[in-house]
């Protein structure tokens, strides 16, 4: 598998608990560790779109291993000058970049997509049930979609406290919407008409309840 850092990332994640060498490498781990699942699938994936995409870290990466796929971003927010540099790169070329809200009908087609992804984004929403909705409404019939969410584990609310006592940043917990745990959300997934291929925590085997701080759910839409 290939990897790769733009400098637009560098520059603007210069800011909040990723600007720590420790939550900077397990972010990237864990992006790394998606694509490596997905590429074990074997499949392609002529289209593909990253639900809250932000930055455009994990769409560059997933392009670097996936050159035949159109990647789409969609992000609440627009970044200055981040849609022309990933719509402009000449080797990792974003089909686009649009602005719009996941909770709202998005500009796109029912039955578009091949693979969606939406990584530590649902738990930002307000009503994560409206935005699984349109995300199901927009991937195609037998596509497949890739969730993660924080677990908020018992070592990881221990890191989040010291770090936020010892170098005064904001390490709330994630959720902030109507749904307030990884429970309560896996329960609006299983009144989805999905199948889980997958259910399984990131990053650590051992202990996972304990140690891992997300969880990654692999959907398919029948």
Do not use: C
Not at 135 to 143: A, D, H, S, T, Y
């Amino acid at each position: 598998m290939q990897s790769y850092i733009t400098e637009q990332y560098r520059n603007y994640a210069s800011f909040g608990p990723y600007m720590i060498p420790f939550f900077g490498k397990m972010y990237f781990g864990r992006i790394q560790n998606i694509i490596k699942t997905v590429l074990q699938s074997r499949k392609n994936f002529p289209k593909v779109l990253d639900v809250g995409g932000g930055l455009g870290l994990f769409s560059l990466n997933f392009k670097l291993n996936f050159p035949k796929s159109e990647i789409f971003i969609l992000d609440y927010s627009l970044h200055e000058g981040i849609r022309e540099t990933l719509t402009k790169n000449p080797t990792l070329r974003i089909k686009d970049y649009i602005k719009a809200d996941i909770q709202k009908v998005t500009p796109f087609d029912s039955n578009n997509f091949n693979l969606i992804f939406a990584l530590d984004i649902l738990e930002h929403v307000e009503n994560p049930s409206i935005a699984i909705d349109e995300i199901l409404r927009i991937l195609k019939k037998n596509g497949l979609l890739f969730v993660s969410v924080p677990t908020e584990s018992i070592l990881l609310r221990i890191v989040r406290s010291l770090i936020g006592a010892v170098k005064n940043i904001q390490t709330n917990p994630h959720w902030r919407g109507m749904v307030r745990s990884e429970r309560e959300f896996f329960k609006i997934l299983q009144e989805k008409n999905i199948n889980f291929i997958f259910k399984r925590r990131f990053p650590y085997k051992i202990l996972p309840r304990v140690f891992s701080y997300d969880i990654f759910y692999l959907i398919h839409k029948p």
